[in-house]
């Protein structure tokens, strides 16, 4: 339950190094720095990074996709040599093409995008057989377009009756209704805001597509934009074709993508680090345990730096780094969830793991799920490049499947189905299931006090330890003597009243001693709502197998359908335990997070600043070993 400790590390050095023992501190993976820069990759908004970020965007378009590879993208590893042996200018020239291509496609979608809108625009105008010019060229007459039924036709006419007009209906198979109503210019224009008033239906036109082709009438126009949108797509596929050329130089790029994201990085730590002209100041943290290390990796620089180690002074507080055996390890994942554990206070990865375990399977509780679950990871784990942290994942899963598929079966879920054998009925005798997970909660509670013991023990606060200790007492005899009413666990709840009231408080006035003592001791209401919240254990683990089995009740109804019953009952077989699995791992692994989060760690959990997380190469497609 240790946590590893840290030593404060300073470095000095002349100006003109400061990049080799950057970098070499970067390969040993050894420091943690504390400059803000070394905490987050540099901003990607460098015109080289946008450019190759673009370009690798660009040829990944281009490559098949694979629905567990989208899933589980491909890890691609590189040593450190292979990282470092990369000429940038190599592939100079190819990421100009490639952008270039990319440019004239967008070009090309953006006209095809504008042609279209136009094409929408003018196919208002269908109804005209007659182009701008032919149009316009009327000297004294002008033209407006009016959609007409027959009573407005015939209240226009009255309208118009002492005006000289011509309205003729426009044949189309299109379009129904439309008129063209020809009038003297110096009539029409009192006309039209008439018609407006009275709410006739005045089409306005969208001139300025036809404007760019006066020539030309509506249809002929049409049929020019789709032969240019046509030429325009058959362009983009010649220049898709030749980008696709370039599809093997990906990974390169990628690689020089990575390459340059790095030697931003460095640089961005750079410009933060503590310097004057002449020389440079490292400032950060390293484990006591590779201390050494540290040292012989520097020796090489001989008097031209300094290098200074020292326990962390009174206010410091050193970056946590968490050190458990490969079986704990994944369970990791959950206190790096919650933060960070404070250097002087404990590890909770190996107490927080059997718990964790164990509630997770109650909460899915099918044995069926858990070799799917189980089997899924491993497969994952077989097929898969992973980087550790992805291992580690995974691994936690398969870990969540195991234990599912050992609780599922002392209960005799399969799948949805009861088996012949099972420990425990939960379906027939719920409330003893539910008392069992009250015990397990009663259990990690009290567990949690004897960390906070254990941490306050290990600070020298003797007097926290005893108050804790007490708390314990109570809850364990309180429940005993309402239970069986034997007189000694009276009297040792008194003692550990006693025991609260005296020593949770430093105070040296008796007085204020008890009554901090006495607010205190109202918090056993918190400790009781603390164990009554593992019920949720017993709630989720009873909807899986209620949902498992209207699965294959729905399945059993599909079944009965004539020839494709077996297809939908295979169907929702498939998809609804999938579903449920999916759904169930989910609130499993959230409520029973909870459970170690707000009931578990408020017992003893001690925050901390931040992990310890050594300087090393920054990449966003490689991982670097």
Not at 112 to 120: A, P
Not at 152 to 169: D, T, V
Not at 211 to 217: E, F, L, S, V
Not at 395 to 413: K, R
Request: glycine share 6%; proline share 4%.
């Amino acid at each position: 339950m240790a946590i590893e400790k840290a030593k404060k590390v300073e470095i000095i050095g002349f100006d003109k190094i400061k990049y080799q023992v950057l970098r070499k501190l970067q390969e040993e993976e050894i420091i943690h720095l504390e400059t803000p820069s070394s905490e987050k990759l540099p901003s990607l908004e460098a015109p080289n990074l946008r450019d190759l970020e673009r370009v690798v965007k660009f040829l990944s378009s281009f490559e098949k996709k694979k629905f567990m590879g989208d899933i589980f993208p491909e890890v691609r590893f590189k040593n450190r040599e292979e990282f470092k042996a990369l000429r940038p200018e190599d592939l100079s020239s190819m990421t100009e093409e490639l952008l270039k291509i990319s440019s004239q496609i967008e070009e090309r979608a953006l006209k095809i995008k504008e042609r279209n809108d136009e094409l929408r625009t003018i196919s208002q105008l269908t109804f005209i057989d007659a182009s701008l010019e032919e149009v316009h060229s009327l000297e004294h007459f002008l033209i407006l377009f009016l959609r007409l039924n027959k009573m407005e036709r015939s209240k226009l006419k009255e309208l118009l009756s002492k005006k000289q007009f011509l309205l003729k209906e426009l044949p189309s198979q299109n379009h129904r209704n439309i008129f063209v109503l020809l009038m003297h210019k110096h009539d029409l224009a009192d006309a039209a805001g008439c018609l407006r008033k009275e709410g006739f239906n005045i089409l306005d036109l969208a001139l300025h597509v036809w404007a760019n082709h006066p020539d030309k009438n509506p249809h002929e126009i049409i049929e020019n934009l789709n032969s240019e949108i046509g030429e325009l797509n058959t362009q983009i596929h010649s220049l898709k074709e030749k980008a696709k050329e370039y599809l093997s130089y990906k990974d390169k790029l990628m690689h020089l993508y990575d390459f340059m994201l790095n030697e931003e990085y460095k640089n961005s730590i750079e410009k933060d680090l503590l310097k004057t002209e002449n020389f440079f100041l490292f400032d950060g943290w390293v484990l006591a345990e590779r201390e050494k290390e540290l040292l012989k990796s520097l020796e090489e620089f001989g008097d031209k730096i300094y290098v200074h180690t020292r326990q962390p002074q009174k206010g410091e507080i050193a970056p946590t780094y968490l050190k458990n055996n490969k079986v704990v390890a994944p369970f990791e994942i959950l206190v790096k969830m919650y933060g960070p554990p404070h250097p002087r206070s404990l590890d909770p990865t190996r107490i927080l793991a059997p718990f964790f375990f164990l509630f997770v399977g109650i909460c899915i509780s099918d044995a069926g799920y858990g070799i799917m679950l189980a089997l899924i990871s491993y497969y994952i784990l077989w097929r898969k490049k992973l980087t550790e942290t992805g291992k580690r994942f995974f691994t936690f899963l398969s870990y969540l499947g195991i234990a599912t598929f050992l609780v599922g079966a002392a209960l005799g879920g399969w799948w949805g189905r009861p088996a012949p054998f099972k420990i425990v009925d939960v379906m027939a005798s719920p409330f003893q299931f539910l008392l069992f997970c009250f015990v397990l909660g009663f259990i990690q509670v009290i567990t949690g006090i004897v960390m906070r013991i254990y941490i306050e023990l290990k600070n020298r606060n003797y007097q926290k330890a005893i108050s804790q200790l007490s708390w314990i007492g109570l809850l364990i005899s309180l429940p005993l003597y309402f239970v069986y009413k034997i007189s000694v666990f009276k009297a040792f709840s008194f003692v550990a009243v006693g025991g609260i009231l005296l020593f949770s408080s430093q105070s040296k006035n008796i007085f204020a001693r008890i009554g901090i003592g006495l607010y205190e001791l109202y918090g056993i209401t918190k400790y009781f709502s603390d164990v009554l919240s593992y019920s949720r254990l017993l709630a989720l683990g009873m909807a899986t197998g209620v949902i498992a089995m209207v699965i294959n009740l729905l399945a059993g109804l599909a079944f009965k359908i004539p020839v494709l019953g077996i297809v939908f009952a295979l169907g929702i077989l498939i998809g609804g335990h999938l579903f449920n699995l999916a759904i169930n791992l989910m609130t499993g692994f959230i409520h029973s997070a909870r459970l170690q989060f707000v009931e578990f760690f408020s017992k003893f959990f001690d925050l901390g600043k931040k992990y310890f997380e050594p300087l090393k190469v920054k990449t966003k497609y490689n991982h670097v070993v």
